[in-house]
């Protein structure tokens, strides 16, 4: 069955750079297209990043276009997403998988940006 674990989240000062990462299981990663998402507290989650099967072509959402870079490993089952210049606004529970997505989620990781 689907496992999607996210990490890296935590607490960054506004304009500083965090890491997440993604390690998914229990589908055949290398054929799918993935992404990550995010969500605030009483929003409907969001699309932010996609990346291509082979990890060539990524695809953001404007607000975070120029500061996050999305980038999988087809070996090791896993993505990423490099966040930089970070903002308030970015403060939200961060999820990463399929595009379009499976119906289950992981359990997020949280990322605040905060003085």
């Known amino acids: 069955q689907v496992q999607i674990v996210e990490s890296g989240g935590g607490l960054v000062q506004p304009g500083g750079s965090l890491t997440l990462s993604c390690a998914a299981s229990?589908?055949?990663?290398?054929?799918?297209?993935m992404a990550w998402y995010r969500q605030i507290p009483k929003n409907e989650r969001e699309w932010i990043a996609t990346?291509?099967?082979?990890?060539?072509?990524?695809n953001y959402q404007g607000s975070v276009d120029g500061r996050f870079t999305i980038s999988r490993d087809n070996a090791k089952n896993e993505v990423y997403l490099q966040m930089r210049n970070l903002k308030p606004d970015d403060t939200a529970v961060y999820y990463c998988?399929?595009?379009?997505?499976?119906?289950?989620w992981g359990q997020g990781t949280q990322v605040t940006v905060s003085s």
């Open positions: 998988n399929a595009e379009p997505p499976f119906d289950y």
């Open positions: 990346i291509s099967l082979g990890g060539t072509v990524p």
């Open positions: 229990g589908f055949a990663f290398s054929s799918r297209a």
